[in-house]
């Protein structure tokens, strides 16, 4: 998909700016991804508020993901950001749907679970740790990541076994909230 980057909002303006930082966070120095991964947490994802801008930097990043096979630590961890926050009523036009921010962005990375199942398996230090903040995350809506989670503490330990049990259990609680709601609705 192509993005029109002047349509789609950062927290002050149009997200023009973006792509050659999104760039920086993706193929740039470990300092330039670093910087990179600040300002789009600042401006795409804010305290937790999606911008339009977020939709297209998921697409652009899963789209990385699924050419390379890899994702540096900083891009694990916006997905994560962009994941857990919310739109607050933002919506965008996709293909002439209109979509809430957090439902296109959170609907795209549930998408890419197989690949990201893949691509977590040959993970390590830093990149597995953010990667799985996300798998935790990702616990609200789908069980298939409290599977990765757990093929991971199977076969994992130190650092990785406690990031992953870690997880897991951010989870488990969040598909337990998820199931009680459905149950009330």
């Known amino acids: 998909m192509t993005w029109d980057w002047q349509q789609l909002e950062i927290l002050n303006g149009d997200a023009t700016g973006v792509p050659p930082v999104l760039d920086k966070l993706l193929h ?3 300092s330039q991804r670093a910087e990179a991964f600040s300002a789009l947490d600042g401006k795409v994802v804010n305290q937790g508020d999606l911008f339009s801008s977020a939709a297209a930097v998921t697409d652009v990043i ?9 994702l540096h630590e900083e891009a694990w961890l916006i997905l994560h950001e962009i994941y857990r926050g919310s739109s607050s009523g933002r919506s965008l036009v996709v293909d002439d749907e209109r979509y809430e921010v957090e439902e296109y962005c959170r609907c795209s990375v549930l998408s890419a679970l197989p690949v990201i199942d893949e691509v977590v398996m040959r993970l390590d230090g830093e990149d597995f740790s953010y990667a799985a903040f996300l798998l935790g995350d990702i616990g609200e809506d789908s069980d298939k990541a ?6 991971e503490i199977a076969k994992s330990s130190g650092p990785r076994l ?6 897991l259990e951010v989870a488990v609680d969040l598909a337990e909230e998820r199931r009680a709601r459905n149950k009330t609705t």
């Open 162 to 167: 406690d990031s992953a049990m870690d997880q």
């Open 28 to 30: 740039g120095s470990r």
């Open 62 to 70: 899963l789209a990385e993901l699924r050419l390379k096979r890899y």
């Open 146 to 151: 409290i599977a990765i989670l757990e093929r």
